[in-house]
């Protein structure tokens, strides 16, 4: 059982309050904004679902799925858009939610693609934030918890598509940069 779920890094409760307390900076930060709340799919899910109902102000929810890793843990560096938002982003203020900026590369492309359809701005809000892996120098304004250079599982994370269901945050130390291990 350890071997698979890893050591709990972020627990529950600890992870409700965090989202509590960023659904209250956000709320105040976008008051009478036109918010739009991108989630970035699958990873964001969990995470996604608890910060919409902390936010209270009445905004907008859209999807973006996007796919990067592909079955392995190792960043292949490359962003794909696998489905596109349903809404228009002209003119709206727009708040990515993404489950964790490791390389940056995600968030940048993202910002990149959204940007060229005119937002009237454009921000990110991560729950996790792995900053000594970073690549390139992207800005993001609400992070939840910034973690370690571990691989971790749970609330919405992936190892090979599994895990996302954990109601906590794991440290999967059995598995490698390459996602070897098991
Ligand atoms: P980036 O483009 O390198 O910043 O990677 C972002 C994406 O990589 C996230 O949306 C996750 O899907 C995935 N990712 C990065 N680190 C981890 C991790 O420790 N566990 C699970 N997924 C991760
Ligand atoms: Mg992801």
Do not use: W
Not at 150 to 159: A, I, R
Request: contains cysteine.
């Amino acid at each position: 059982m350890e071997r698979i779920f890893g050591r709990p890094i972020v627990t529950q409760e600890e992870m409700r309050a965090r989202i509590k307390e960023l659904g209250r900076q956000i709320t105040a930060d976008y008051g009478e904004k036109d918010l739009l709340l991108v989630g970035i799919l699958k990873g964001a899910y969990a995470f996604y679902a608890d910060l919409a109902r902390a936010i209270r102000i009445p905004l907008r929810v859209d999807f973006l799925v996007v796919s990067s890793y592909g079955s392995k843990a190792k960043t292949s560096g490359k962003v794909k858009v696998v489905t596109d938002l349903t809404e228009d982003v002209a003119g709206r203020d727009v708040l990515l939610v993404e489950d964790i900026v490791d390389s940056g590369l995600t968030v940048q492309h993202l910002i990149k693609t959204l940007s060229k359809r005119k937002p009237k701005s454009i921000r990110v809000c991560a729950l996790l934030s792995k900053p000594d892996r970073r690549k390139v120098d992207v800005e993001v304004q609400y992070v939840g918890f910034e973690i370690p250079n571990k691989y971790v599982v749970g609330y919405g994370l992936d190892y090979q598509q599994k895990y996302r269901n954990l109601p906590y945050l794991a440290v999967l130390d059995t598995v490698d940069d390459e996602g070897q291990g098991f």
